[in-house]
């Protein structure tokens, strides 16, 4: 006789009261519904219209394909790293950023964890290879920055790993500042509520289950481990040479174009458009660790 599967049911503590989430109920309890956009401390009670999304995102995508003009011709080296909690929606901004970008030259780097091999290297050391060459664009889903976040809170590195990480990655950067690449940081911030509600998604939107996946599950509970491990993340690696930009990344689409318009902006191409490019939502948009205390 079929049984119904165990259900994954958890209790969490948020704003100082417990809730229960079962990802496998279908329906998505009232409280993350009702609450998720304003979770973190968002500063728009609705989300940005989509017909007025799309007519900015296509503007800025004509934008990024002048850069790869401006690119071939120069040689110039563009990279950023796309860093935040699960269904932060790092993916979705790499998607917009590169949809139209000749992929000959622009591309995405999500690499799968260490084999055997690179688990005895430098830590940086897989990453190097997938740095941009003359004329590319590249777009890292999650970087080294693993060892910031991930790994020592789910235990995947000792704290002496952890520790080394936070002294050498400021100093690793300034190589890549050094070497004339543009280099961008970008952390896509998400309230709790509005990260449970995109797992429940996931876990019932058949196009997009892949997505979620056991460690997501195995987050649920560390919250608050991750919160400090990134607030120290931004205080230790936060330089003037590689400088962390903030994102409010509640809202998607306010999301992706501030993303795109910041690289832009911080570019120096032929044909720019600053009218096009448009100007950057400071209430989605800032500078360093401190951005985050800001309402």
């Not at 296509?58 to 110039?76: A, C, H, N, R, Y």
């Not at 590195?157 to 950067?173: G, I, M, N, S, V």
């Not at 004339?180 to 952390?187: E, G, R």
């Not at 994102?247 to 998607?252: E, P, S, T, Y």
Request: glycine residues 6%; proline residues 5%; charged residues 35%.
């Amino acid at each position: 006789m079929d049984t119904a599967p165990e259900s994954r049911a958890v209790t969490l503590t948020i704003d100082g009261e417990q809730r229960i989430f079962d990802i496998d109920d279908p329906k998505l309890p009232k409280w993350i519904d009702d609450e998720s956009l304003a979770s973190g401390g968002y500063p728009y009670d609705k989300k940005m219209d989509e017909d007025e999304f799309e007519d900015d995102l296509e503007k800025l995508q004509i934008e990024l394909v002048k850069v790869q003009f401006w690119q071939q011709k120069t040689g110039k080296r563009v990279m950023a790293l796309l860093e935040g909690r699960d269904a932060a929606g790092k993916g979705g901004t790499i998607h917009a950023t590169l949809s139209y970008m000749n992929p000959r030259s622009a591309r995405v780097v999500a690499l799968t964890k260490p084999t055997e091999t690179e688990s005895g290297q430098w830590y940086f050391q897989r990453y190097v290879p997938h740095f941009p060459s003359a004329g590319e664009f590249v777009l890292f889903d999650r970087s080294w920055y693993n060892r910031a976040g991930v790994e020592p809170v789910m235990g995947f590195c000792t704290p002496e790993q952890y520790e080394d990480f936070l002294k050498q990655a400021p100093r690793f950067e300034k190589l890549v500042e050094q070497d004339d690449i543009y280099f961008f940081k970008f952390w896509l911030d998400i309230g709790r509520k509005m990260q449970l509600e995109r797992f429940h998604d996931r876990r019932h939107d058949p196009l997009k289950v892949w997505k979620l996946s056991p460690m997501d599950i195995a987050a649920l509970n560390k919250w608050d481990d991750y919160t400090e491990k990134r607030d120290r993340m931004l205080k230790e690696t936060h330089t003037e040479h590689a400088p962390w930009t903030i994102v409010r990344a509640n809202d998607k689409r306010r999301a992706r174009l501030n993303v795109i318009r910041h690289i832009l902006l911080s570019l120096d191409y032929e044909g720019k458009d600053e009218g096009k490019i448009g100007k950057l939502d400071k209430k989605i948009i800032g500078s360093g660790p401190d951005f985050l205390g800001k309402k």
